[in-house]
């Protein structure tokens, strides 16, 4: 771009009739991803949306950029090329709890242990939506759905610990709904490689009300948004996390007054992995659901790498396609045909 | 547009000094490096001027309990002083370095044919465990064969003696020794296998110097061999050949390079997507040594996601290439449907192994023709091309890129183990006569009150190919049907008919850029025509000259493109009385010639995991016009 225009959230939407269930969580995540981009200045024409199948992945199709709305599972892969291809451009990646984690883990996992350069926007709603409610790879034990008349019985996988057991050097959380989502994106955005996010959606039609456990208005005190150099505090500055050094884990304390230092709490570092670790598997209920940027600590990207590789193989080395065909120990045959 | 020569005589053969051809078979343990050998062996022959052709045939296990029989590890190579189309149907000479080697490799040498043993190997643990009870060096079983022993073993260990290796390591010096022999036998020059050992060999020179002391020993025993035995020095006249540079390359080579060609003919970077695979990785081994050309590899966590990223780098403006054998295409099914429907290049290679399921890895098939054109849901048609030789492999290859890239769609590429290992002289292209077929990317500014048509088309249907980047262009695809008219979603139900009718019309469109059918040994028309396709050219062409040269009425017509066929082709089989069609499969050309064209297309089927020999197809031509 030659001038720099300011672009504004519509500029970001396309003319196609938006077609998520009324009241679905989705709206509000696009609404906060619309808003978002004019704010890192991006140019549409240099970024990509690209998602996989499921109620999520039609987001592309209403963001004004370029989009590929792809095949079940594979998004992360066809970013992967996308982004290899073409380094320069900004990848976005919209999945969903079954997309990703469960016909689709395999790649999820190795792109983040890769860190391909990308934004990847998991939209957890811990159900399939788009095949009318079964339960998901994150729906919890018990839950009843058209093919668990019963309750689900097998254990629900975590994503954020998924992400970091795959090698994620960035991981945070956030709310459809919440004013903290943009946040949460522009940090994602400005950390140079896979950034993970995982972003609680309430899907109104077949799990309402499944994270209003903390996403309720009242249950605003459950929530713990993190901070960089800042005590992790929660509901409303009364309770906080503090280590406990018995058994080499995280426990929540009482603060009082405000004192949280004598209270013990710790200090957020995004760089520290083994709390990230402690902060992604701490069981909600007894703690509160942390959210934010739990962890970001950056290395050097997959496409830096491998295309510096490229380059440096190729350094020196004239690309000759008669000199290539040519190679190897060739013999000169001059006389003509004999008649046989 | 310049071929590939993959020389073809079209005389007859004539009986007064007929051209010469003589098979040898290297048969051994996994472990002796018998694969090495036949290489070296090839490469001697072909800088002799010989045409050749070769069959390495090893198990699939990497390291086989040593001397049992499933553990024989084979190399046969056929050379001659005329044109030569396949490895041979029986061997003139066997090379056994053990008796599991023998057992399971003499039944197919020729009456008459000349056995050379490491005797050193026949010891009593060696024989029992190739099931001998006797051993058949001393117990006359072998009288129909002319059989020559000596201990190659104890004879290396004596030639390496002076450069102090262990037994073990000394022992590996015996496929060198047993070269040598034959290089000696063939009156084939040493130097360039000299010069070979010392560059493979740079960092343990001592390993270099023991390796050429084993070859000139196994040269030197030949010379001193007493006269009257079989050991009889031979030698075989170059084949004549068009003038020119030639090199040998194997089908896994020839891809590799025409891909190479092919994209830089459409002027486009390469990104290559696999996934490791018998008999396919040596594409991608190859493609990732050759970084300056444009080439970017991946090696992806499975054959899903090589596909998945190919067609992700197709949409970003390279040329996606991913490549695999049967079970790996199966599993990338999906994922080329997506292609198929967002209408992007892709090239696929398929080297085709014996199936079902992981069936015969190391052993080659032709029976993935139906997966190529039928095997994916939905109407998703996509064209099909099929290699006949290594060196054909190379033009193959760079028209499946140019018929992916001007018709905005996935192109299956079929060759098959036989091809991706074996080995043929090649003539050198002159890389000037390919034509170009330069890719225009859609960068056009809309029009005041347009809208952006990532669906608009040409007139050969192909839609425009717009890079992400582009600006003011910024569009969706995705695997939904599409609207006919402005590419947004739409469901409705003669859309869905218009679009189906436009990616088939597309697809046969390719027709029309495709030369015609050719014969090509002897004439249009007539009693009976040979139908082939793949790497059943050898055996076919050399059958079909046979019967011809006892004056019997068949053609031989081969075919590359499976899908769309030629325009002609309907046409030219009906123009035979009968039509046979030699596969290595259940049938299944055979059924999409019955279906294209209601022709009483004749089955001839192998199943093996092995070629044809040229005699079955001779049979089967003598029973279709008997
Ligand atoms: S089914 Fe659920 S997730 Fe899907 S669009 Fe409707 S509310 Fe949203």
């Not at chain 1, 903290?180 to 896979?194: C, M, T, W």
């Not at chain 2, 590996?172 to 130097?191: E, S």
């Amino acid at each position: 771009m030659t001038e720099m225009v300011k672009l504004t959230p519509k500029d970001f939407a396309t003319d196609q009739e938006v077609r998520w269930c009324p009241g679905c969580g989705d709206y509000a995540v696009l609404k906060a991803v619309q808003r978002t981009m004019p704010e890192l200045g991006v140019d549409p024409a240099n970024t990509v949306f690209v998602s996989g199948i499921g109620c999520s992945s039609r987001f592309p199709y209403y963001m004004e950029t370029y989009g590929f709305h792809t095949i079940h599972g594979r998004a992360p892969a066809i970013a992967t090329g996308v982004k290899l291809a073409n380094p320069e451009l900004d990848v976005w990646i919209i999945t969903g709890d079954g997309d990703a984690l469960s016909i689709g883990g395999n790649h999820t996992m190795h792109l983040l242990r890769r860190n391909l350069n990308c934004q990847i926007l998991l939209f957890n709603n811990e159900i399939y939506g788009l095949t009318k409610g079964q339960y998901s790879p994150t729906s919890r034990i018990g839950t009843r759905s058209p093919s668990t008349p019963f309750g689900s019985v097998d254990g629900p996988v975590q994503p954020c610990a998924f992400a970091l057991g795959s090698g994620a050097r960035f991981v945070a959380r956030g709310i459809d709904v919440h004013k903290n989502l943009p946040e949460v994106l522009k940090a994602a955005h400005a950390h140079q490689g896979a950034a993970f996010v995982e972003v609680f959606q309430n899907c109104i039609v077949y799990n309402d009300d499944v994270f209003a456990s903390f996403t309720a208005k009242d249950n605003a005190g459950k929530q713990l948004w993190l901070k960089a150099g800042e005590p992790m505090l929660f509901d409303r500055g009364a309770k906080g996390l503090a280590l406990d050094r018995e058994a080499l884990n995280l426990k929540v304390v009482d603060v009082e007054g405000g004192d949280w230092q004598s209270a013990g709490v710790i200090v957020h570092d995004p760089r520290n992995r083994v709390v990230a670790h402690m902060l992604v598997e701490m069981p909600f209920g007894t703690f509160p659901m942390a959210l934010g940027v739990l962890y970001d600590d950056p290395r050097p990207t997959f496409e830096s790498v491998l295309l510096r590789q490229n380059e440096e193989a190729a350094a020196g080395k004239r690309p000759d396609l008669q000199a290539l065909v040519s190679r190897g120990q060739t013999w000169q045959v001059a006389k003509e045909p004999r008649e046989i | 547009m310049a071929t590939a020569t993959h020389l073809i005589t079209e005389v007859e053969p004539r009986t007064d000094d007929a051209p010469e051809a003589v098979v040898v078979r290297f048969a051994g343990d996994s472990g002796d490096g018998m694969q090495l050998t036949g290489g070296q062996f090839t490469l001697s022959t072909a800088l002799a001027g010989n045409d050749l052709a070769t069959f390495p045939d090893f198990p699939a296990e990497i390291r086989a309990p040593q001397g049992t029989t499933f553990g024989v590890s084979a190399f046969q190579i056929n050379f001659g002083s005329a044109a030569i189309e396949t490895a041979g149907d029986a061997p003139d000479v066997l090379i056994a370095m053990n008796p599991a080697a023998l057992k399971t490799n003499v039944g197919d040498l020729k009456p008459g044919g000349l056995i050379i043993a490491d005797e050193g190997e026949f010891g009593a643990r060696n024989l029992a465990k190739a099931g001998y009870e006797t051993s058949p060096l001393e117990d006359g079983s072998l009288g129909k064969w002319q059989l020559v022993r000596f201990n190659i073993s104890q004879l290396t260990l004596d030639a390496v003696k002076p450069f102090g290796l262990g037994n073990k390591e000394a022992l590996r010096c015996k496929n060198m020794w047993t070269l040598g022999l034959a290089l000696w036998m063939f009156d084939r020059d040493r130097a360039p296998i000299e010069a070979w050992l010392r560059a493979k060999f740079a960092k343990a020179p001592e390993l270099a110097e023991a390796n050429i002391a084993a070859l000139n020993a196994g040269h030197a025993f030949g010379e001193t061999a007493e006269i009257g035995s079989p050991l009889k020095q031979h030698h075989v006249d170059p084949a004549p050949a068009e003038p020119g540079l030639y090199r040998t390359v194997t089908g896994a080579e020839a891809i590799s390079l025409g891909l190479v060609a092919g994209c830089q003919l459409a002027g486009l970077p390469m990104f290559f997507g696999g996934y490791p695979i018998t008999p396919a990785s040596a594409i991608l081994h190859h493609l990732s040594r050759l970084k300056e050309y444009g080439v970017t590899t991946f090696q992806a966590e499975d054959e899903i996601a090589a596909v998945a990223a190919a067609i992700g780098a197709s949409f970003a403006g390279q040329l996606g290439i991913t490549s695999s054998s049967g079970p790996g295409i199966a599993l990338k099914t999906e994922a080329i449907g997506l292609a198929i429907m967002t209408e992007l290049p892709l090239v696929i290679v398929n080297s085709q192994r014996g199936g079902p399921s992981t069936g015969l890895p190391t052993k080659t098939e032709q029976s993935d023709l139906y997966q190529a054109v039928y095997g994916r849901n939905g109407d998703a048609p996509l064209p099909v091309i099929a290699a006949r030789s290594p060196a054909d492999a190379f033009d193959c290859a760079i028209e499946a890129c140019r018929i992916a890239v001007q018709y905005m769609t996935p192109v299956m590429l079929l060759t098959d183990g036989y091809i991706a290992n074996a080995a043929e002289p090649w003539r050198v292209p002159d890389m000037s006569g390919y034509e170009r077929f330069d890719v225009g990317f859609h960068d056009a500014p809309l029009a005041e009150g347009e809208a952006v048509n990532p669906y608009a088309r040409d007139e050969k249907l192909a839609r425009v190919w717009i890079k992400p980047g582009t600006a003011g262009l910024t569009h969706r695809i995705g695997g939904i049907e599409k609207n006919v008219g402005t590419g947004h979603i739409d469901y409705a139900p003669d859309n869905h008919q218009a679009m189906t009718d436009i990616r088939a019309n597309k697809v046969l469109g390719v027709a029309d850029s495709i030369p015609d059918q050719d014969v090509c040994l002897g004439a249009p028309g007539g009693k009976l025509a040979v139908i082939g396709w793949g790497s059943t050219f050898g055996p076919i062409h050399q059958a079909v000259r046979r019967a011809r040269g006892r004056g019997l009425d068949v053609s031989h017509v081969h075919v590359r493109h499976i899908w769309p066929l030629p325009r002609n082709l309907g046409e030219l089989l009906r123009s035979y009385e009968r039509v046979i069609v030699p596969e290595m499969n259940n049938g299944q050309l055979k059924t999409l010639l019955r279906d294209q064209y209601l022709v009483d297309a004749k089955p001839v089927n192998k199943v093996s995991g092995k070629p044809f020999k040229i005699s079955e197809i001779e049979a089967a031509i003598e029973e279709a016009l008997a």
